[in-house]
Every structure is written in structure tokens, then in C-alpha cells.
């Protein structure tokens, strides 16, 4: 699936109506006050709704034998962080390190919450517990305004 930068997924996009997106996509399972998931959908991908029922936050993440995300045909999860860094900033994106992961003004974030070892990449090879290089586990996508407040 490719994102948008700064405006969401096919579908979703960031300020759409909660009725409008559900009458595109369909009904979320789970869905909750406040966030609506898709795990039937390839990717899986959550919908975080502002007070107003708008979208404010698209997250696209990585499962198991699932599609993965994508910017200008670029896979961006289920690969090391470094290497996706090194092919952003080679099409034009910097992006400055958060918390777990990294940010980009043009509206989006690469995310790992530490789940994956590389060793995830290369089915059938050993765990090395040496390699701590983070693999993207998840792409958000919102308007910068969105991690800055």
C-alpha cells in the first residue's frame, strides 16, 4: 500500500469524515472510540479519529505474510531501519530521530517498537542477540502539527 505523505492511504485521508471513510472502506474490526483497525486488510492499518470524528493519524503497519507499506514504490516496513533511512535521503527525505524511529517534515514516521529482530528479515537464520538494528514495524502518517503538539 502506498502512503501519502502528510495525507494518508487510498482510502483515508487525513480530515475525512469517520462516516465517509467507513463508507469507502468498510466497518473497522475492532473499533473503538477512537481508533478503528483493518487487520482484514493487506497491509493491516489503524485509523486514529481527532474529538470531531475527522482522521488525524493513518498507521500502516507490518504482520507476518501481510502486503507492506510503501512511498513512491519504496518498501519502508519489514526492512532495517538504516537501509530505509539511506534510500529516503537518497529520493530527497530527511528525517530526524524520535523516540522509536524516525520523523519527516513531509508528514510521516517510520516506527519500531523493538519486536523484530533483523535476524526477522532472513527467514532460517540464527537470532545473533548482538544485532540490535531496528527493523520498520510501522509507518505513520499525519501532518507534522500532528507529533509537534
Do not use: C
Not at 505523505?5 to 469517520?18: F, H, K, L, T, V
Not at 472502506?25 to 479519529?49: C, K, M, Q, W
Request: charged share 25%.
Amino acid at each position: 500500500m502506498e502512503i501519502i505523505p502528510g495525507i494518508g492511504i487510498p482510502g483515508a485521508s487525513i480530515g475525512d469524515r469517520r462516516a465517509a471513510v467507513e463508507s469507502r472502506l468498510g466497518t473497522p474490526n475492532p473499533n473503538e472510540d477512537v481508533r478503528a483497525f483493518y487487520f482484514d486488510r493487506e497491509p493491516n492499518f489503524s485509523i486514529h479519529y481527532a474529538a470531531d470524528n475527522t482522521v488525524e493519524l493513518v498507521e500502516v503497519f507490518h504482520a507476518q505474510g501481510h502486503d507492506e507499506a510503501f512511498l513512491n514504490d519504496m518498501q519502508l516496513t519489514f526492512r532495517l531501519m538504516d537501509d530505509v533511512k539511506a534510500d529516503l535521503e537518497r529520493a530527497g527525505f530527511i528525517g530526524r530521530p524520535v523516540h522509536i524511529g524516525l520523523e519527516y517534515d513531509s508528514g510521516f514516521t517510520l516506527w519500531s517498537m523493538g519486536s523484530l529482530s533483523p535476524s526477522a528479515l532472513q527467514p532460517g537464520s540464527a537470532y545473533d542477540p548482538e544485532d540490535t538494528r531496528a527493523v520498520v514495524e510501522g509507518v505513520g502518517v499525519a501532518p507534522v502539527s500532528y507529533w509537534r503538539n
